[in-house]
């Protein structure tokens, strides 16, 4: 392979005309392609085989017409009088009304006049209904009524279902927005129902506040992100090249790459639905694997450049060497995020393929567009210079840097490091035994959005069951052929629920001759892992209610879905990584031809892994330190996690290993060869892995807390993988594991193909030179 690289930069280099040209046609060939036959990205979210999820698309069907609560586009105003006050009070009855006259200027609010109803007046509706039916209950029965003992009686019911808290001073508006699903609403009708509710909260005195699925909008720029990272990756590429020519040819040729792939991915559209979600993830990881992939080989040009004055040979080695390394650093992103499929989420398994097909061109990138480039600008490649390149070297001429210092550091006490890190990352992994998934909600938003608010004042007003009630969904078309055994399922399976633990109220909807539906409101909220167990307590009783009734059960709901989801990305979570690092770890072996090597790879993964998934769960669910309020962890964060840093890891991991399998290649001891990868990979990686860690670190400023966290952990993910695993453990166990860390068993050595990722088979005699004083040394070390 490195043959074929060498004189593939070369080619790219000398005609460069060609190479630009020929990359401008297919820029522009993807480029009109996707805009002339793209179609628009689906906001569809479906995730097949989950009960919950099939269980409220049976709604519509059962309800006649009703919505599935996966596309309602719901919306709840909580409005609270001042403490003293009730909202039945003649000013705060008339503000409501205005309230509710403004909202109906907003396009796709709903028009009728039932539609909307202030709190108050709808509290009283509720309740002479109740009182009428209890009425003609009594009258049917021959019995009088009394109307106080009937209050008495309907009290419980109305007191789950009113809008109208028991002090009368807090109540809630209920609508649904005239659209097919959720993410059919557009932003601006968001954001002018919120600018209705501010107006009238601040003209009448009460508090008003707003949440709902209708509601929900990500409050994140994604470009924002972007660009603090292209600044921070400028800056340090900056100083670690002196130039300005070189620090922005990596950002240049990387956001081509991305361009290319987000074009790529629109066009796909013409061909198939793609998630609006989709471009995410490639765009993070087209532009980190980018900028990393370009920085690596144009850092092995510049070394190269010391030993020979022909720039075309200096590249084509640098293509050769460096870009052997890009192309196998590339196919383990690859298999990470190709992997996401196997989790059986549709929208996880685009974002995966489209973001490991933007790696790949990031890869062809970074091997033919980057040494046309270079071949175009020739001698100023590394101009506009700061800072003069005169590093300091050694007795023997090479080059003595913070690498060396570091390796040779290391080396002195190599078992104490390595059980130092063990320890350290793994005290720091202990919380990862008490993780516990989640999904976003109203509460768990920013502290300061409406959503937040409003779910803080119905928990406190109705308790926080109120929030997200579940649903049970009685299917009764299995006896539809006897109405009366229908109406006593109902009932039977509205007394079992009542009297599961946990349960605060239960409201049931009128039955019809298909089915019903029965709301339960916990005791706790819908993040309290008591709400989890009273849905797994329903759940394990729903067969004995099914089969002494007849009927067939289901529960649902936000709490249900979402749980759901969680449980359905745990259970994938151990055949990921098992895929991943089973693939990567076999990729490893055929590029280093060793065992150990891509063992305490993989392993030295799993521990930085464990350690960041163990700091988060305490920083950020158990709250420690009280820096954040605790809360789940965001579901697909773990999952996302691995696959985003064992790409980046494994990165490293061939950048820095493959320049010390290419000096033990050419004849130097294990101990110089650990030194001389430390000399000329350390200063590329240190660069690499701060880059990314100053792209994620942005994320934590954002407001969202399911942001902060995910920027958190990738940040933290990188300093531990890169610093502690890659520039700490890794050389430490190299150290003590001397020649047989390049151990092969011979048959299996038979069989490896050998790829020549060092680039042994190129002409570089001064390698020779340089270790021919070491290969009796390793000989005696053998043996």
């Not at 600008?377 to 913070?402: A, Q, V, W």
Request: charged letters at 20%.
């Amino acid at each position: 392979m490195a043959q074929l690289l060498y004189r593939l930069g070369k080619t790219a280099y000398r005609r460069w005309p060609f190479f630009l040209i020929g990359w401008l046609v297919v820029l522009v060939g993807v480029g009109g392609f996707a805009v002339t036959q793209s179609k628009p990205m689906s906001d569809q979210f479906t995730i097949p085989g989950i009960e919950s999820v099939e269980a409220a698309e049976t709604i519509p069907e059962l309800m006649d017409g009703g919505s599935s609560p996966m596309d309602e586009a719901s919306v709840q105003i909580v409005v609270q009088a001042p403490e003293g006050e009730t909202l039945a009070e003649p000013d705060n009855v008339e503000a409501v009304n205005r309230l509710i006259a403004d909202l109906r200027q907003v396009d796709t609010v709903p028009q009728g006049e039932t539609d909307l109803l202030g709190p108050v007046q709808l509290a009283a509706a509720t309740e002479q209904q109740a009182l009428q039916a209890a009425q003609q209950q009594a009258e049917a029965a021959g019995r009088p009524f009394d109307r106080e003992a009937a209050l008495e009686q309907i009290k419980p019911t109305l007191a789950a279902s009113s809008p109208l808290s028991e002090d009368g001073r807090t109540g809630l508006i209920d609508f649904a927005l005239e659209v097919e699903k959720v993410t059919d609403v557009e932003p601006a009708t968001q954001t002018e129902i919120l600018g209705v509710v501010e107006e009238n909260a601040e003209q009448s005195g009460l508090t008003m506040e707003v949440r709902g699925s209708g509601m929900q909008v990500m409050e994140f720029s994604g470009a924002t992100a972007e660009l603090v990272g292209i600044v921070m990756a400028l800056l340090i590429l900056a100083l670690t090249f002196g130039s300005l020519v070189s620090a922005g040819m990596p950002v240049v040729t990387a956001g081509i790459g991305v361009g290319l792939g987000s074009l790529g991915i629109t066009g796909m559209t013409a061909f198939t639905d793609i998630s609006s979600t989709t471009p995410i993830l490639a765009t993070m990881i087209g532009l980190a694997v980018g900028i990393d992939y370009a920085l690596f080989i144009l850092a092995r040009y510049r070394s190269e450049l010391d030993h020979t004055d022909d720039r075309q040979v200096a590249l084509g080695r640098a293509v050769g060497t460096a870009g052997s390394a890009v192309v196998f650093a590339g196919l383990t992103v690859v298999i990470a995020l190709a992997a996401l499929s196997v989790v059986g989420i549709p929208f996880l398994t685009t974002m995966g393929l489209a973001a490991a097909a933007t790696v790949v061109i990031a890869v062809f990138v970074a091997l033919t567009l980057l040494p046309a480039v270079l071949g175009m600008l020739k001698g100023t490649t590394f101009g506009l210079t700061f800072r003069s390149y005169r590093p300091k070297r050694e007795d023997s001429g090479r080059i003595l840097n913070n690498g060396v210092r570091w390796s040779r550091f290391v080396g002195k006490k190599p078992l104490v490091w390595t059980l130092l890190v063990v320890i350290v990352l793994g005290l720091f992994a202990i919380p990862f035994k008490d993780l516990r998934l989640g999904m976003p909600s109203d509460s768990t938003a920013p502290e300061d959005s409406s959503r937040r608010q409003a779910s803080e004042l119905i928990s406190d007003a109705f308790g926080p069951g109120r929030l997200d009630p579940l649903m049970l969904v009685v299917d009764a078309r299995g006896i539809a052929d006897d109405p009366q055994a229908q109406q006593a399922a109902y009932q039977q399976t509205q007394e079992w629920a009542a009297q599961q633990d946990g349960v605060r109220h239960v409201v049931a909807a009128p039955g019809n001759d298909k089915g019903a539906m029965v709301l339960i409101h916990p005791e706790t909220g819908p993040e309290d892992e008591a709400t989890e167990r009273l849905l797994d307590d329903l759940r394990a009783g729903e067969a004995a209610i099914e089969e002494r009734t007849g009927v067939d059960l289901a529960v649902t709901g936000t709490v249900a879905i979402m749980a759901d989801i969680s449980q359905k990305l745990n259970d994938a979570l151990a055949p990921y990584l098992a895929i991943v690092v089973g693939l990567a770890f076999i990729l490893l072996v055929v590029v280093f031809r060793s065992l150990l090597v891509p063992l305490t790879a993989t392993l030295g993964f799993l521990l930085s892994i464990l350690a960041t998934l163990g700091v988060t769960v305490a920083l950020f669910q158990q709250g420690w330190f009280g820096l954040f309020d605790g809360g789940p962890i965001v579901s697909f964060m773990p999952i996302l996690l691995i696959g985003v840093v064992f790409g980046l890891a494994m990165d490293y991991q061939v950048f820095l290993v493959t320049r010390i399998r290419e000096a033990h290649v050419h004849g130097a001891s294990y101990k110089e060869a650990i030194v001389d990868g430390f000399r000329n990979s350390a200063r590329v990686v240190t660069a690499a892995a701060l880059i990314m860690t100053s792209v994620f670190a942005g994320f934590i400023l954002m407001d969202d807390v399911i942001i902060k966290s995910m920027g958190f952990a990738l940040a933290v993910a990188v300093v531990f993988d890169a610093f502690v695993i890659r520039m700490l453990l890794i050389p430490a166990l190299m150290y003590l594991m001397k020649e047989k860390a390049w151990y092969m068993p011979r048959w299996l050595d038979r069989i490896v193909p050998n790829v020549d990722v060092e680039g042994e088979k190129l002409e570089r005699d001064y390698l020779a030179d340089h270790y021919k004083d070491h290969a009796a040394e390793r000989e005696v070390s053998r043996v």
